[in-house]
């Protein structure tokens, strides 16, 4: 059973940075498939990143050049950097892992297995 922990959300102006931590336990990390999700105030999660575990990366169109997600194996951590961030960009992020191996990372919720407990992250304009 894999544990996640969010940590890193926080209030932010428009055009600020905030970088988000997601850590692992009870899993072979490495071996883990990592993803980052949203939910906004009456609206569907939706996929916003994904890390393969083979370092493989997909972006949704509406963060790419602005958020960058990485990993770090040694620490069992994934991470969530964002910057140039907007208002409509406020909503509960959570962390996700795929134990699947698959070599591409996925965008769909399905496909995740475990997920953490999500932190808020809201932008003022």
């Known amino acids: 059973q894999v544990q996640l922990v969010e940590s890193g959300g926080g209030l932010v102006q428009a055009g600020g940075s905030l970088r988000l931590s997601c850590a692992a336990s009870?899993?072979?990390?490495?071996?883990?498939?990592m993803g980052w999700f949203r939910q906004a105030p009456g609206k569907e999660r939706e996929f916003v990143a994904a890390?393969?575990?083979?370092?493989?990366?997909a972006y949704t169109d509406s963060v790419k050049g602005r958020f960058t997600i990485s990993r770090d194996n040694a620490k069992n951590t994934a991470y969530l950097q964002m910057s140039s961030l907007k208002p409509e960009d406020t909503a509960d992020y959570y962390c996700?892992?795929?134990?699947?191996?698959?070599?591409?990372?996925?965008?769909?919720?399905?496909?995740?297995?475990?997920w953490g407990q999500g932190t808020q992250v809201t932008v003022s304009s």
């Open positions: 996700a892992a795929d134990r699947s191996l698959a070599f591409t990372p996925s965008r769909y919720l399905n496909n995740y297995a475990y």
């Open positions: 009870g899993g072979t990390f490495s071996r883990l498939s």
């Open positions: 890390i393969s575990w083979t370092d493989d990366y």
